[in-house]
């Protein structure tokens, strides 16, 4: 089975800290994401990965930063945490397109608050 | 911008009927359609998925239905159980690469 494990379930900051979320998967996909999950809004990309080392930028990455220095990990970044950011925080991953497995698998999820 | 959506936000099905749950989606050069469910507290996990070339796509107990023509998914659910109690998340993608556009979301909820 796929296994795409957040480092924390939930998490508490303060305004102005900067903030990690790592993901890792287990099964050599190319592409990692990050999304923030609010009521009402459904899922918004943040950042997406095709490769190490390369981000592109989704929907929503304003207030956000990425790294990918090897293939299974993914970070999330925020370099000064803000109140409006406080959501729930989901890591997925999939294969290339065109291949068999071209489905997003994603992890449990973290939930931060920053106050 | 192009967008996903749901019809109904809360869906109440009886335990055992047949749940439906409809989704719009705006874009028609999106060729490949995702189902999701997501329970409390944990991440949407994958339940069946779709490519425009075809209209409909059986799983276990799940059926999904492609219009084209008039741009709608559909998730039909068999027998709907207490387990079955989630939320329910339509998604896209277009033909140029494997991001996801997702709808609002569908929650479902089994009445004994």
């Known amino acids: 089975d796929v296994k795409v494990t957040q480092s924390s379930r939930y998490l508490v900051k303060r305004t102005g800290e900067k903030v990690f979320l790592e993901c890792v998967q287990d099964m050599d996909h190319e592409n990692m994401f990050w999304y923030r999950q609010d009521p009402g809004l459904g899922l918004r990309l943040i950042y997406f990965?095709?490769?190490?080392?390369?981000?592109e930028k989704g929907d929503i990455p304003e207030g956000y930063s990425v790294s990918r220095e090897k293939k299974e990990r993914f970070s999330l970044i925020l370099e000064s945490a803000s109140t409006n950011q406080t959501s729930m925080y989901l890591c997925?991953?999939?294969?290339?397109?065109?291949?068999?497995?071209?489905?997003?698998?994603f992890g449990p999820g973290t939930r931060l608050t920053v106050l | 911008g192009e967008s996903v959506g749901l019809h109904l936000p809360t869906l109440s099905v009886q335990e055992g009927d047949n749940s439906i749950i409809n989704c719009a989606y705006s874009?028609?050069?999106?060729?490949?359609f995702i189902w999701y469910k997501q329970e409390s507290g944990k991440g949407p996990q994958f339940i069946i998925d779709?490519?425009?070339?075809?209209d409909k796509r059986q799983g276990q107990r799940v059926t999904v239905l492609l219009n084209k023509t008039v741009k709608h998914l559909s998730l039909q659910i068999a027998a709907t159980q207490p387990g079955d109690s989630a939320v329910y998340f339509c998604a896209e993608s277009k033909a140029a690469g494997n991001k996801l556009t997702f709808g609002g979301g569908t929650r479902v909820l089994v009445k004994p």
């Open positions: 779709i490519r425009s070339n075809m």
């Open positions: 874009n028609s050069a999106s060729d490949y």
């Open positions: 990965s095709y490769d190490v080392k390369m981000k």
């Open positions: 997925a991953s999939s294969s290339p397109r065109g291949t068999s497995t071209d489905t997003q698998y």
